[in-house]
T-cell receptor, first 111, second 116 residues
Framework: DAKTTQPPSMDCAEGRAANLPCNHS???????VYWYRQIHSQGPQYIIH???NNETNEMASLIITEDRKSSTLILPHATLRDTAVYYC????????????FGEGTQLTVNP | DTAVSQTPKYLVTQMGNDKSIKCEQN?????MYWYKQDSKKFLKIMFS???????INETVPNRFSPKSPDKAHLNLHINSLELGDSAVYFC???????????????FGPGTRLTVT
């Protein structure tokens, strides 16, 4: 069975970069990697996605390895408001776009 | 302006009752979803509608019936509520399936359902 692995928890100091890793046991050539986060008691929030190139937007950067089995979400200057559960999800563009959430990584940003 | 809104935010009801949760999005999306987050915090998709047509129907008891009167609304009706239905229900919306952007889903604030 395909498995996505993320560390259950991570800590980061405020103002420092937070690097959140994700590994997929298998990933197809047409599967994208998506990152979401869920701040306590709120709905999940889309962050960024990529296929094989590194991506950057106003929220974060995404680094994807050449074999595409690993990715790292980078929050360049973490703030207390970035404390959340971060989910790495792969998705194939088909007729149904179901997000399959795993357990994610609880990131705690400390003052 | 709220992009995806749900009502009510909290719902407390007794076993056996029938209840509905409403969802509306003003993003111009044509695909909407219902997800369930249980007490262990696992988020699972339940249904998805594209242009008012059901396209995803996971293994959900038929006591749950989604209804999409138009592209901007997706309601969830639950009959004969059970204790195990207690959870947070999230509505989401996105652009049409078949594009990478269809996985960029915008979620509502959730409806916390408690069945006693």
């Amino acid at each position: 069975d395909a498995k996505t692995t993320q560390p259950p928890s991570m800590d980061c100091a405020e103002g420092r970069a937070a690097n959140l890793p994700c590994n997929h046991s298998t990933i197809s050539g047409n599967e994208y990697v998506y990152w979401y986060r869920q701040i306590h008691s709120q709905g999940p929030q889309y962050i960024i996605h990529g296929l094989k190139n590194n991506e950057t937007n106003e929220m974060a950067s995404l680094i994807i390895t050449e074999d595409r089995k690993s990715s790292t979400l980078i929050l360049p200057h973490a703030t207390l408001r970035d404390t959340a559960v971060y989910y790495c999800i792969k998705g194939r563009v088909t007729s149904g776009s179901r997000l399959t959430f795993g357990e994610g990584t609880q990131l705690t940003v400390n003052p | 302006d709220t992009a995806v809104s749900q009502t009510p935010k909290y719902l407390v009801t007794q076993m056996g009752n029938d209840k509905s949760i409403k969802c509306e999005q003003n993003l111009g999306h044509d695909t909407m979803y219902w997800y369930k987050q249980d007490s262990k915090k696992f988020l699972k998709i339940m249904f998805s509608y594209n242009n008012k047509e059901l396209i995803i129907n996971e293994t959900v008891p038929n006591r749950f019936s989604p209804k999409s009167p138009d592209k901007a609304h997706l309601n969830l009706h639950i009959n004969s509520l059970e204790l195990g239905d207690s959870a947070v229900y999230f509505c989401a919306s996105s652009l049409s399936p078949g594009l990478p952007t269809s996985y960029e889903q915008y979620f509502g604030p959730g409806t916390r359902l408690t069945v006693t």
